[in-house]
């Protein structure tokens, strides 16, 4: 719909100038508005992971060297 409007206002530059200039701001806008909402969201499903990882980890192998030790 977007690769339409502005093939049909180029088409027509002398009128709908101003109309291409408008459309493709809003849909700049819409686009970068919904873009960096679905990259916030994919961060705030994913940082816990991120987070919780390494420290999961670090505590596995915390215990295994305490198995370790305690079994020498």
Do not use: D, H, W
């Not at 690769?3 to 701001?25: C, D, H, M, R, S």
């Not at 806008?29 to 420290?55: A, E, G, K, N």
């Amino acid at each position: 719909m977007f690769g339409l409007t502005v093939v049909k206002y180029i088409i027509i530059p002398e009128k709908k100038a101003i109309v291409l200039q408008k459309n493709f701001l809003f849909f700049f806008l819409l686009f970068f508005f919904c873009f960096s909402s679905f990259v916030s969201l994919i961060f705030f499903i994913f940082t816990p992971f991120f987070f919780y990882l390494p420290s999961t980890l670090i505590g596995i192998f915390e215990k295994r060297l305490i198995y370790i030790k305690n079994f020498i």
